[in-house]
């Protein structure tokens, strides 16, 4: 698998209405990256929350002969799109270092192939999941070539807040409320 041919051997697909079996195929998949960097997958019932609000995007490359090789999931909401998980299935091709880098370009495309499918949806704002103010600066080899990585797409760095935090008890509630009831 020469890297002259390797993106030749690889197929795109896009999802933006997956099934509960669709989500299910993420998650098994990201029991090995759980286990290896000890990150918990969000729940089934949090995909699904965002599958019915029809907000739910699964992006994926496989081999010629469909077996997985990264998966992209996003929430798409109005104009923007937010990359909630990103994984690589080094040991899909194989445990040889060639099979892992044939993975790893797998991946890259993905988020090629992500941000071109975006661009064509009128997306304004795609975030491939956050950036540490620190990742410049950073000490820890991973994520600095995760900064890299980030800014070798053209990134352009926003500041945006998505997240909710409570300031009453009214808030405290109603956030509960929603997480326990999606």
């Not at 089934?44 to 992006?59: A, K, P």
Request: charged share 25%; proline share 3%.
């Amino acid at each position: 698998m020469g890297a002259s041919n390797a993106y030749d051997q690889i197929k795109f697909l896009t999802n933006v209405n997956p099934t509960t079996d669709d989500i299910r195929e993420f998650i098994s998949a990201y029991k090995e990256l759980e286990l290896r960097k000890n990150l918990k997958a969000p729940s089934l019932d949090f995909y699904e929350y965002y599958r019915n609000l029809g907000e739910l995007v699964i992006t994926k490359t496989t081999t010629e002969h469909n077996d997985p090789l990264s998966y992209h999931i996003y929430i798409k909401r109005d104009s923007h799109a937010i990359l909630l998980n990103s994984i690589t299935i080094r040991e899909a091709v194989s445990s040889t270092t060639e099979g892992k880098n044939f993975a790893g370009r797998a991946n890259r495309l993905n988020h090629w192939e992500d941000i071109k499918f975006f661009k064509k949806l009128g997306i304004a704002c795609l975030d491939l999941g956050g950036w540490s103010r620190h990742e410049k600066n950073e000490q820890n080899e991973n994520l600095l070539s995760i900064a890299k990585f980030k800014l070798g797409f053209g990134a352009k760095i926003i500041y945006a807040y998505y997240q909710l935090i409570p300031v009453t008890l009214l808030g405290k509630m109603i956030i509960k409320f929603h997480r326990i009831s999606p």
